[in-house]
């Protein structure tokens, strides 16, 4: 006496099933590896966007005439910057503080930065010699992130 009435699986139907579910989830799971692996960058364009954009900021605040300063002992440090041209050539592998003070969070990244006054001004009424281009890059395991302003002399010789 058989029974037809059956439930259930056979072998070849659940390897069958087995192969075509890790077939599916192989798939699903390169899409999330490809996914996670450029998932960082976004974060270092920002950490080097702020670094940047900080960096930018001090330059700016400085004064736009030269005024002599005293050289500082550390090669890292800022803080007898007096004016914007100190700035022109500045170079350091780990960024750091206006003091010198390397900043544990950004090891690795590290900026330079060039100061260049033009031959011709950018700016209808200002003179070529009252305009300062400033240009930094941050930079950090081969990726790079430029700044660029202009600095004007808009408080008059």
Do not use: H
């Not at 029974?3 to 139907?13: D, K, P, S, Y």
């Not at 960082?40 to 670094?51: D, E």
Request: aromatic fraction near 6%; include cysteine; hydrophobic fraction near 45%.
């Amino acid at each position: 006496m058989s029974n037809r009435n059956q439930f259930g699986m056979t072998l070849i139907e659940l390897i069958v099933a087995i192969v075509i579910l890790s077939v599916g989830l192989t798939g699903v799971l390169m899409a999330f590896i490809t996914t996670v692996k450029s998932s960082a960058a976004p974060m270092l364009t920002k950490q080097m966007s702020a670094i940047a954009d900080g960096m930018m900021e001090e330059v700016l605040l400085k004064q736009f005439s030269v005024v002599a300063n005293v050289a500082t002992a550390n090669s890292c440090a800022r803080d007898t910057f007096n004016d914007v041209r100190d700035y022109n050539g500045y170079s350091t592998a780990n960024v750091c503080d206006i003091s010198g003070v390397a900043t544990a969070a950004l090891t690795g990244y590290g900026a330079r930065i060039s100061v260049i006054e033009p031959t011709v001004s950018p700016m209808t009424g200002v003179p070529a010699v009252d305009v300062l281009l400033i240009t930094i890059d941050v930079t950090q395991s081969g990726n790079t992130y430029s700044l660029t302003g202009w600095r004007t002399n808009y408080a008059g010789p």
